[in-house]
């Protein structure tokens, strides 16, 4: 009867809290971005640089609502919707006080991030079963990058959180992240190389 009474207290408690509106955390996620572009001084442009050079700041806001820096577009090969085995490699930093989780997988001791160009759910799924964390790195936004660039790109990328799909951490206790805790992604690296065989 007791271990009854405990967990009732503890749905009624947590039923108690006060949960976010989506409303609300667009518009904190939204601070954040703009928090960060003053901070770094970037540039938003909206549309696509006609020769394909970016300045050192500039990002375009992508039509999915993601920011895209290209510092290097590649060698030209252009991946192939539902066919290309892309490895990625990449460097994000926290971008909100609570969320101070960077995260790096440029070293051998790690392995890249691997996806099908087009299949990002099964990506994320295999991703999840042997990279840990590192599932939440692969997203259409980061994607949509290579709608715009090759093999051998090195971009980087704000990603809001309706645009990570897996950014939204419903982990529960023992994580590192809170419940519904909506968290937009700055990578200030990452670099696709392709695997086809």
């Known amino acids: 009867m007791g271990i009854w009474m405990i967990m009732l ?3 009624f408690g947590s039923c108690g809290k006060k949960q976010k509106s989506f409303a609300e955390w667009k518009k904190e996620e939204k601070q954040a971005i703009e928090a960060l572009i003053a ?3 970037f540039e938003i442009i909206h549309s696509y640089p006609a020769d394909g050079v970016f300045g050192e700041r ?8 993601c920011y895209l820096h290209v510092i290097d577009s590649g060698n030209g090969n252009r991946a192939i919707f539902g066919k290309t085995t892309v490895l990625m490699r990449c460097s994000r930093i ?3 006080p609570t969320d101070t989780f960077s995260y790096s997988i440029f070293g051998n001791q790690h392995a890249p991030l691997e996806f099908i160009y087009g299949n990002m759910q099964e990506a994320k799924y295999r991703a999840s079963q ?3 964390d590192g599932f939440m790195f692969l997203s259409a936004g980061v994607e949509s ?3 715009y660039v090759g093999e051998n790109a090195i971009v980087r990328m704000i990603i809001p959180f309706d645009n990570g799909q897996s950014q939204k951490y419903p982990f529960g206790i023992g994580s590192v992240y809170q419940d519904d805790n909506y968290v937009p992604m700055y990578y200030d690296r990452i ?3 392709f695997n086809d065989y």
């Open 9 to 11: 207290g503890i749905i």
């Open 94 to 96: 926290g971008m909100t």
């Open 58 to 65: 500039q990002f375009v806001l992508l039509d999915n609502g």
């Open 39 to 41: 901070k770094e001084n």
């Open 145 to 147: 990058a290579l709608e």
């Open 191 to 193: 670099r696709f190389v």
């Open 130 to 132: 042997g990279y840990g």
